[in-house]
């Protein structure tokens, strides 16, 4: 059997240590199941820094966040085939360059952090609503959420633009730092400002356009990066949070459009003293497992929920056997996950026991230039 996963990250050689850079846009990973490992990765879309996207099975269509010349920056629609496995960019908008940002940052290549001043601005995360034909997208440099309306055809019909304020605790917490955005099940839009260490709640209206409904604070100085949840999960919502390096557990509540603090863990082993950042978060589709990544540390933190959803227990640390594990994903099935490497420019396949939860590495070193987004894309190519 082979399951798929699409592969996304940079192009620029920048992102590479000063070598060249060999990756040209989107990817396709094939893993043949029986085998146990990685057979081929071949190039879906030519583009220039796909750093993240989310895709649309009902219309095969893939939302992605994109750069143009090396001067702008914005999110594009790419129109997928699956009969030929290829796509092609079919829509974009461009980002207003007037305000670009700057943002601290750290450097894994040289273990120091830098101030990073941008040329021009570019989401960070991006979301298709394929029903209202909408796209969200997390503006982490100038802390604004972004909306798109598209037409029947995906062409960008109307724009808008959320500023947010805001700052916490940590140097990184310069500004509010909009990481991460998302449709919950109930069609409100979640957002996670890491800087400014709040989630925000709002409804979506027929134009694209917000009305906020609730604001949840995490702890000072959690910086909430990312989120997950499943059906399974009775409206616990798992967040992410990179600077604290912790899973937290919400509950959120459909009737009020409000979040409620459970608990929270930590993604690291007690006594680590190093520099780390919490990165990628999944939760297994039976919403009995959550797995969280860790940048520093270089390793990923397995959960057990328990409660039907409200707690959490740290079951397994196992090394990625590389730097910088950005962003990974669940095969179809379960029965693997695909981690990206991002520093050594890597990917490494685990076998996942899907009773236990358990993670054992089945195949390393799988070449893969500057890849920061791994999703599972089976269906997708069907």
């Known amino acids: 059997m082979e399951d798929k996963f699409l592969l996304g ?8 240590g000063g070598k060249h850079n060999s990756s040209e846009g989107i990817y396709v ?25 989310n895709y649309s099975i009902k219309d095969h269509k893939i939302a992605v966040v994109m750069t143009k010349n090396d001067e702008t920056g914005g999110v594009g629609i790419i129109d997928f085939d699956p009969q030929t496995g290829k796509g092609k960019l079919i829509s974009e908008s461009m980002l207003d360059q007037s305000v670009k940002g700057s943002y601290e940052a750290y450097n894994y290549f040289d273990h120091l952090y830098y101030w990073n001043e941008l040329k021009y601005t570019v989401p960070s995360y991006v979301y298709l609503d394929d029903k209202r034909k909408m796209v969200f997208a997390a503006n982490y440099n100038t802390n604004a959420i972004l909306t798109w309306k598209l037409d029947d055809n995906y062409q ?74 499943n059906k399974n999960t009775n409206n616990y919502v798992y967040v992410l949070n990179e600077v604290g390096s912790r899973t937290a557990v919400v509950k959120y509540n459909p009737a009020t459009g409000t979040l ?27 919403g009995k497992f959550v797995y969280s990544s860790n940048r520093g540390h270089n390793s990923l933190a397995v959960y057990r929920v328990l409660d039907g959803g409200a707690h959490l227990e740290k079951i397994q640390t196992i090394k ?35 009773e236990t939860g358990y993670l054992s590495v089945a195949q390393e070193g799988i070449k893969h230039d500057a890849c920061v987004r791994v999703l599972e894309a089976t269906d997708f190519f069907a």
Do not use: W
């Open 9 to 16: 990250g940079y192009t620029a050689d920048s992102y590479t």
């Open 29 to 53: 990973a094939n893993l043949d199941t029986d085998k146990g490992k990685i057979t081929d990765i071949n190039l879906v879309t030519k583009l220039e820094n796909p750093a993240f996207f």
């Open 156 to 229: 960008f019909v109307t724009a808008h633009r959320y500023p947010i304020e805001g700052r916490g605790p940590k140097a990184v917490q310069d500004a509010a730092h909009i990481h991460f955005t998302r449709l919950l099940p109930d069609g409100r839009l979640i957002v996670c400002s890491l800087g400014a260490d709040k989630l925000l709640v709002y409804d979506v209206n027929d134009d694209a356009s917000l009305t906020q409904v609730s604001e949840y604070h995490t702890e000072a100085g959690f910086g909430p990066r990312q989120l997950a949840f």
């Open 260 to 286: 409620s603090r459970i608990a929270s863990y930590s993604n690291i082993p007690e006594g680590f003293a190093g520099h780390n950042q919490s990165a990628g978060i999944r939760v297994s589709a039976d």
């Open 320 to 354: 990625t056997n590389g730097v910088s594990p950005r962003d990974f994903d669940l095969s179809k099935n379960g029965d693997f996950m695909l981690v990206a490497n991002q520093m050594p420019h890597e990917l490494i396949l685990f076998k996942r026991d899907p």
